[in-house]
């Protein structure tokens, strides 16, 4: 079946300084990416959809220049937090949406726990 | 923004009973998923159901769907301590491209 990892599992930062995670695709081509934030005890809540080689779309109140996203090929999907800060801790899971498959399946990553003292 | 809204909050009950969930939801929808979360890991895909399908069935799950309503039900039948976890309903929203979660179910069986 469709694989999604993440790299790294958990990371411990220090405030200011800045954070990439990464989202691969293992046994597919993926040409949308989806970054979801999840707090303890909520939900899921999409940050952002990135679609290969074009520049994220971000939802309502995510700021774009505290995440970057970089979807620079069909298998690999980055999200940097810049100049993290301790309210950016959270859980931090991505999906994909495999190149030509149905459109309604998501594959999700086991997810990034970022913690920010 | 979140969509969905989910019913109860938090469930408890004996190993061997069954367990049900509701989502209730706002837009119209090409299909709603549910999905599993053990705590803190990710996430573990379910059922779906399509907008046009009422019940659904797989294993020991039984997912129903109301488009009058726009609601969900998931029953998990003859519960066991494995089913421990959150429970998320989630919509596809005609014309967005994307899946809206719910705020989840914390279902914990008693053994």
């Known amino acids: 079946g469709a694989v999604v990892s993440q790299h790294p599992s958990w990371v411990i930062c220090k405030s200011g300084t800045s954070v990439k995670i990464e989202c691969r695709s293992l046994?597919?081509?993926?040409?949308?990416m989806f970054w979801y934030r999840q707090f303890p005890k909520q939900s899921l809540m999409l940050m952002a959809t990135?679609?290969?080689?074009?520049?994220?779309?971000?939802e309502q109140g995510v700021e774009k220049d505290k995440f970057l996203i970089n979807h620079a090929s069909l298998t690999l999907s980055t999200l940097t937090v810049t100049s993290a800060h301790p309210e950016d801790s959270s859980f931090y899971i991505c999906?994909?949406?495999?190149?030509?498959?149905?459109?309604?399946?998501?594959?999700f990553g086991p997810g990034t726990r970022l913690t920010v003292l | 923004s979140q969509q969905g809204e989910e019913d109860p909050q938090a469930l408890s009950i004996q190993e061997g009973e069954n367990a049900t969930m509701n989502c209730s939801y706002k837009?119209?929808?090409?299909?709603l998923q549910w999905y599993r979360q053990n705590s803190g890991r990710g996430l573990v895909h379910l059922i779906l159901?399509?907008?046009?399908?009422r019940e659904k069935h797989s294993g020991r799950l039984r997912v129903t769907l109301d488009t009058s309503k726009k609601s969900s039900s998931l029953l998990i039948t003859a519960s066991r301590a494995a089913d421990t976890a959150s429970y998320f309903c989630?919509?596809?929203?005609?014309?967005?491209?994307?899946?809206?979660f719910g705020q989840g179910t914390r279902l914990t069986i008693n053994p």
């Open positions: 159901i399509r907008s046009n399908e």
């Open positions: 837009t119209s929808i090409n299909n």
């Open positions: 046994d597919f081509q993926a040409t949308t």
């Open positions: 990135s679609n290969e080689g074009s520049k994220a779309t971000y």
């Open positions: 989630a919509t596809d929203v005609q014309g967005a491209q994307k899946l809206v």
């Open positions: 999906s994909a949406r495999e190149a030509g498959g149905r459109a309604d399946t998501q594959y």
